[in-house]
Structures are given as C-alpha cells and as structure tokens.
Nanobody, 118 residues
C-alpha cells in the first residue's frame, strides 16, 4: 500500500522560508520520480499545479513561478522528498501535496497547508 505523509507547512510572512517533507512507503522509493503539487484555495483538485519534480536520477524540474526560490531534493535512505521554499510570496499560499505515479495510478498525500501573509 502506497502511503505519502507530508509535514512542514505553516504560516509565514512574505519573504520567509519553509521546508516541506514527504515520507513515502509502499514503493521502492529510489526508482520513482517524486512530485510536489499545490492547490490554491477555491481551486478544484483537477487544478492542482505541479510545483517541482525530481527524478530517480536526481534531475529536477520547477514551475516558472517558483524557479530560483524553491528547491526539491530527495533522500533515498529515508524515502523522503523535501521542498525548500525561500522568498515566499502571498501567491504561494496553498495546500501542498506530495505525489507519485505508481503502476499507472497517482497517489497523493493528505497535504500540508502553507499560508504566506503579506
């Protein structure tokens, strides 16, 4: 059974930093691309935005809106993917979700809320 658990959200002032982590179980973690998505308040689940991704080889990809501010990383010993978020802006406010595609199906964590005050 695939399980993803996110931690690290919270309330921060504009310009501040937060670090999110997601611990995965039920998969051979090191073989998978791991993703962080976010869903802004009022948006539907289908409108979740891909924020960052990291492949099994460690290659990364970012949404244009977060390039230069967010950094995704992974720890294959602890089955953990992290998202370091710096220079946060009010428009980064959203629920952040960890995601993995396993056997053709998407798996999601329960999400962690990030709120950036202006």
């Amino acid at each position: 059974q695939v399980r993803l658990v996110e931690v690290g959200g919270g309330l921060v002032q504009s310009g501040g930093s937060l670090r999110l982590s997601c611990t995965a179980s039920g998969i051979n973690f090191k073989l998978y691309t791991m993703n962080w998505y976010r869903q802004a308040t009022g948006k539907q689940r289908e409108q979740r935005e891909l924020v960052a991704a990291i492949t099994s080889a460690g290659s990364t990809n970012y949404a244009d809106s977060v390039k230069g501010r967010f950094t995704i990383s992974r720890d294959n010993v602890w089955n953990r993917v992290s998202l370091q978020m710096n220079s946060l802006k009010p428009e980064d406010t959203a629920a952040y979700y960890c995601n993995v595609q396993h056997r053709g199906l998407p798996y999601w964590g329960r999400g962690t809320q990030v709120t950036v005050s202006s």
